[in-house]
């Protein structure tokens, strides 16, 4: 009996997990100014984000070239 339980709560878990994850959506952009603590992107493509909705950014540094 408490395997069961157990097996069963492990379960939803696991579904709440995954669901969770396939939530987050990605979005890709260029950052087009910065002005007093605001950020303006333009967005290629779809994006589900809307107004008002916390995001996370990741930068993306490009190389330098390094010549003689």
Do not use: Y
């Amino acid at each position: 009996m408490r395997s069961k339980i157990t097996s069963i709560a492990v379960a939803i878990m696991m579904t709440i997990g995954i669901a969770g994850v396939s939530h987050a959506a990605k979005c890709k952009g260029i950052v087009e100014s910065i002005d007093a603590g605001k950020m303006i992107v333009q967005l290629k493509g779809k994006c589900k984000a809307k107004a008002g909705d916390e995001v996370k950014i990741k930068t993306k540094r490009k190389a330098a070239v390094e010549g003689c």
